[in-house]
Nanobody, 113 residues
């Protein structure tokens, strides 16, 4: 059974940084593409960033240049480094295994102005 567990969310002032982690279990992690989504109150869930099993990445225009997605296959972990955070980045952030279509429980990120 595939499980994803996110951590690293919290409250930060605008301009600050956070690093989210997504730890996977029950899957051949190294071949899985993993993406991060976010959902703000009253809004649809949106794709933030994606990383393939070979390390190729893709980002939403709204986070390019500020967020970096990376992976450590030895630790079954994908990271989302978020810099220069803005209030509009406030949302629940979810990681998602594309191959198994499994979601984590989410971690709250709140950015104050």
């Amino acid at each position: 059974q595939v499980q994803l567990v996110e951590s690293g969310g919290g409250l930060v002032q605008g301009g600050g940084s956070l690093r989210l982690s997504c730890v996977a279990s029950g899957t051949i992690f190294s071949i899985s593409a993993i993406d991060w989504y976010r959902q703000a109150p009253g809004k649809q869930r949106e794709l933030v960033a994606l990383i393939t099993g070979t390390g190729s990445t893709n980002y939403a225009d709204s986070v390019k240049g500020r967020f970096t997605i990376s992976r450590d296959n030895a630790k079954n972990t994908v990271y989302l480094q978020m810099n220069n955070l803005k209030p509009e980045d406030t949302a629940v952030y979810y990681c998602h295994d594309l191959r198994k279509n499994v979601w984590g429980q989410g971690t709250q990120v709140t950015v104050s102005s």
